[in-house]
């Protein structure tokens, strides 16, 4: 009797656990749109993958876990790529005959809007900024005019992630021959099933008949070890994205030794560009001091470090330098630094990101609950359902004015009769569309609504100005001054004097993973 | 007949054990990260647990002269298997930011989540040799067959995890399916009388 008592216990327990299973992606969060659809979830041997789209922000994301890896602005469509490009030839590169590619719907019955098909503009910042690395290579440039249509480098990406930034490079260069190489064949599989631009771009050819884009499902290391020996060709750039979900470095991409190899596959103008999350001072200093100092010490001896300000209440003059952040890290064997370099330098100056796009093609509006100290406390409600509750809500309350990049406009509004109607409409509209209701909008400290209108085009370059003017101080951000002289008898690690005195060496004998506190 | 059900057991609860080991990776990652640090916590909590596993393994088996208290052991851990995924990522979000963030925090984590159902199947082993033993001039073939087939098992466990379940089918699913095949196990078990036989042959 009791042996079939425990068998039923046991059932029992298998549907509680089948009914109450926890989904393992998290698609309520704060700041997040009500609407978002999970459009694709991949579990692979590397890590677990989300695809995320939201009708009323106007987006598509790849997250791993509830980590935004990198997002796609989905204006402009494939289609009204297509229609610039009749108008202006310089975007032909970007769009295929009509017809080429499979319309871009996304058959998801989960999804209820029709999905449009990725562009190329980014919503996440650093990524924006690949092109530096080609840039600032004064001997490829030079001779081109300083035009990126009129050169084919061979670049090498470590590290594919949502695709968005390898598309925004092929976007600005052409010519460019792209590889790309994940250990994850799955995150490639699902960018080709996700991403047009992706798939078509893998059937194009550069003017001497190499790939436009070559995804690889390989280890980096392996890859970079045999890729020069098979073929002889050298890298004109490599960039160093690599993340597993835990946000951290694989340790055996960040050694002095993979940074030799890398050496060994560019050419003697060639640079290293590596994303780097990590501060000056602070709880992530040594990751940034590590980078910095073991790829110098690998050859790559003119290095430097430019801080992303994605954050558009900060100012290079105010820079934190205890603030974690995405730093794009160059190095290369040719003189790279602001003081040897100033032509490299006067084109970043000037250098307008997607210049022929014109403006007002995306823009995202989000209207977020927060407490009183502006910090957001619940999910978006879209700004058409609160347009119908508040006729011309989105002129109401006062504008905030952020002193740093300005590429969204800001507006609070803490009027309560107007924060009830809203609140009341967007949970009708949850409940209408069968979604969850909104997070956080009858939480007791909600204090103000925030409206935030995103143009990304605006954003690119104003993220990649201010950027770019806050890490032209080379007082700041040249390796010398963060991270020492080079290797050597100079160098004196009992009385540093430079910025990230404790800066450490990443070895194969002891790379990050094996430094404690990083 | 009776023999091959006892190897059947022995594998199919090593290819859940180390099935639920490389899924523990995708468990305690969306907190944890994916470090050697949290391969550390996973490998040697499961490595705990089988040592604690044989010592209470082999008490029962000692008392035990059927195959009962094997499948009571067996219908325990697919409990844990069908429930680890309602309580699995919750409870690593649940603890507190020192934790979370600490070099150590995964193995909290894979302390609690992880000890108990690997413990029950670390048991197995001792009370099937029990089960398998006729004679004391063959002990050594027999356990050694025992545990050569519980590995193989094992390996099993981890590729077909790594290889199949990983990227074809969602992770709470799979864990809902091992528990379900663990709890057939054990039922088959108390519900199909196997008695020790070298008991009667001392």
């Known amino acids: ?518 | 007949m009776r023999l091959t059900a006892l190897y059947m057991t022995s594998i199919l609860c090593g290819f859940g054990l180390m099935a639920m080991e490389i899924l523990a990776a995708r468990l305690v990652q969306p907190v944890f990260g994916s470090s050697t640090d949290v391969w550390a916590a996973i490998i040697s909590v499961f490595i705990l647990s089988l040592s604690v596993g044989y010592v209470i393994g082999g008490r029962i088996a000692d008392r035990a002269r059927t195959n009962l208290a094997l499948g009571w052991v067996i219908l325990g851990a697919g409990v844990f298997y069908a429930l680890m995924p309602t309580y699995g990522l919750r409870f690593s979000n649940a603890l507190p930011e020192v934790v979370q963030t600490a070099r150590w925090g995964a193995l909290v984590s894979c302390l609690a989540l992880f000890l108990p159902p690997s413990l029950l199947l670390g048991c197995i082993s001792p009370m099937l040799v029990k089960l398998v033993f006729v004679d004391a001039s063959m002990v050594g073939r027999t356990t050694g067959t025992l545990y050569a087939i519980g590995s193989f098992g094992n390996v099993l466990g981890i590729l077909v995890a790594n290889y199949l379940f990983l990227p074809l089918f969602p992770l709470n699913e799979t864990l809902i399916a091992l528990g379900l095949a663990l709890m057939v196990l054990g039922a088959a078990h108390l519900l199909v009388r196997v008695h020790a036989q070298g008991e009667e042959a001392a």
């Open chain 1, 1 to 518: 009797m009791i042996r079939f008592l425990g068998i039923l216990i046991a059932v029992a327990a298998l549907l509680f656990g089948w009914v109450f299973r926890d989904n393992h992606y998290r698609l309520q969060g704060i700041a997040m749109p009500s609407d978002q659809a999970v459009l694709h979830h991949r579990d692979s041997a590397y890590t677990s993958m989300t695809w995320v789209g939201s009708d009323s922000e106007n987006f598509l994301q790849l997250r791993f876990f509830d980590k935004v890896e990198g997002g796609l602005c989905l204006r402009p469509t494939w289609g009204d790529l297509q229609t610039l490009a009749a108008k202006d030839s310089r975007l032909a590169h970007l769009v295929p005959a009509p017809g080429s590619v499979p319309p871009g719907a996304n058959p998801d019955p989960r999804w209820r809007g029709a999905l449009p098909d990725p562009g190329t503009l980014p919503n996440s910042a650093y990524v924006r900024f690949f092109p530096v690395g080609l840039l600032l290579n004064e001997a490829l440039m030079a001779p081109a005019g300083g035009d990126l249509h009129r050169i084919a480098p061979r670049i090498l990406v470590i590290g594919l992630g949502s695709s968005v930034g390898v598309l925004g490079l092929a976007h600005h260069v052409p010519q460019a021959s792209i590889t790309v190489v994940d250990i994850d064949r799955e995150v490639e599989a699902a960018v080709r099933e996700h991403i047009p631009m992706a798939r078509w771009l893998e059937t194009q050819k550069t003017a001497d008949g190499s790939p436009r884009l070559r995804l690889i499902a390989q280890d980096a290391r392996q890859f970079i070890r045999f890729d020069v020996q098979r073929d002889g060709k050298l890298y004109d750039l490599i960039i160093l994205d690599a993340y597993t979900a835990g946000s951290t470095i694989p340790s055996h991409l960040m050694t002095k030794e993979f940074f030799a190899e890398c050496k060994n596959a560019l050419t003697p103008s060639g640079l290293v560009l590596g994303n780097i999350i990590g501060s000056h001072t602070g709880p992530k200093h040594l990751v940034v001091g590590g980078t910095l100092r073991s790829l110098r010490a690998a050859g790559l001896t003119s290095a430097h470090s430019i801080p992303v300000f994605q954050d558009p209440f900060e100012t290079p003059a105010a820079f934190n330098p205890a603030g974690a952040r995405n730093n794009i890290i160059v190095a290369s064997q040719a003189a790279i630094d602001p003081r040897r370099n100033k032509p490299g330098w006067d084109r970043l100056t000037t250098f307008v990101p997607f210049p022929e796009l014109p403006s007002g093609i995306a823009i995202t509006t989000q209207l977020v609950p927060q407490d009183a100290e502006g910090r957001y406390v619940g999910g978006g409600i879209p700004l058409a359902v609160a347009e119908t509750a508040v006729p011309g809500i989105a002129g109401l309350g006062r504008a905030l004015a952020p002193a740093g990049p300005a590429f969204a406009e800001f507006r609070v509004i803490d009027d309560k009769a107007v924060i009830a109607k809203v609140r009341a409409a967007g949970l009708a509209w949850a409940a209408q569309e069968g979604l969850a209701p909104p997070l956080g909008w009858n939480d007791p400290s909600l204090h103000s609504l925030l409206l935030r209108r995103t143009d990304w085009l605006k954003a690119s370059r104003e993220v990649w100005r201010v950027s770019i003017q806050a890490g032209r101080d080379a007082a700041k951000h040249g390796a010398e001054a963060l991270v020492g002289p080079l290797e050597g008898p100079d160098r004196d690690d009992r009385n540093p004097t430079w910025i990230i005195g404790d800066a450490p060496l990443f070895t194969d004998q002891m790379p990050n993973a094996d430094i404690v506190n990083l």
